[in-house]
């Protein structure tokens, strides 16, 4: 089990560029979220689906960020015209969900995004 | 609203002893899931142990257990006969089940936990 893939471990954007992170979950996980990572705000929660469809993006920044899951194996979080205040890790994980819901999040390594 | 919150920052103890550290939460659902990570220097997140409210028994995995205490709304994760490389940031989150809105992870600040010779 490969565990949560991301993509690319570390990108370099100038400020109003655009950046695209990637997530592949586990196998047969249905939930995805992402966080994002400061040394100020710990881990923030952004959002999550939960079999490809959006549950929950009440931690997304409204105007610049979106995340979208295409099919089962991978989520993708954008962030257009990236500020400095947007240097951070951004995490992906995964998770197994039932019914009941409550199943334990996998992450990934983490894509350290840095805005110049 | 669910909140976590870890009151100790930091930790250093000896090698080979007992260590505890301190989670509260606040839920408005009967029925959660208690979660410790543990952040090492690489920043991996890695999952360690469990506690579903529902189960009465504290949960134990390897050198890791719990002491949950549902009246005091208390998760607290102690790592006995701990060793260098258990030195990390540690981090308790809660999770509410899918009949809540609060699905998300909500973790608590960290406590860095230093284990010297």
């Known amino acids: 089990n490969a565990g949560v893939i991301q993509t690319p471990r570390h990108k370099v954007t100038g400020k109003g560029q655009e950046a695209t992170l990637w997530c592949e979950p586990i196998?047969?996980?249905?939930?995805v979220f992402w966080y994002r990572q400061t040394i100020v705000q710990g881990l923030e929660f952004l959002t999550y689906?939960?079999?490809?469809?959006?549950i929950d993006d009440s931690g997304m920044p409204k105007e610049r960020f979106s995340a979208q899951m295409p099919n089962q194996s991978h989520s993708t979080l954008k962030i257009q015209s990236t500020q400095p205040q947007d240097s951070a890790v951004y995490l992906c994980?995964?998770?197994?969900?039932?019914?009941w819901g409550g199943g334990t999040l996998y992450f990934g390594s983490g894509t350290r995004l840095t805005v110049l | 609203a669910q909140k976590v919150t870890q009151t100790q920052t930091s930790i250093s103890v000896m090698e080979k002893t007992t260590v505890t550290m301190d989670c509260v939460y606040e839920?408005?659902?009967?029925?959660?899931?208690l979660f410790w990570y543990k952040q090492t220097a690489s920043g991996e997140i890695v999952f360690l142990i469990r506690?579903?409210?529902?189960?009465?028994e504290n949960a134990t995995v390897g050198h890791y257990s719990l002491n949950f205490q549902k009246p005091k709304s208390s998760i607290g994760l102690i790592i006995t006969a701990t060793q260098i490389e258990d030195s990390a940031v540690y981090f308790c989150?809660?999770?509410?089940?899918?009949?809540?809105?609060?699905?998300?992870?909500?973790f608590g600040q960290g406590t860095i936990l230093k284990v010297y010779l």
């Open positions: 994980a995964s998770s197994l969900d039932g019914d």
């Open positions: 839920t408005q659902d009967s029925s959660y899931f």
């Open positions: 506690q579903d409210s529902y189960k009465k």
């Open positions: 989150a809660m999770r509410e089940p899918a009949t809540s809105s609060g699905q998300k992870l909500v």
């Open positions: 196998s047969g996980h249905s939930a």
């Open positions: 689906f939960r079999n490809q469809a959006p």
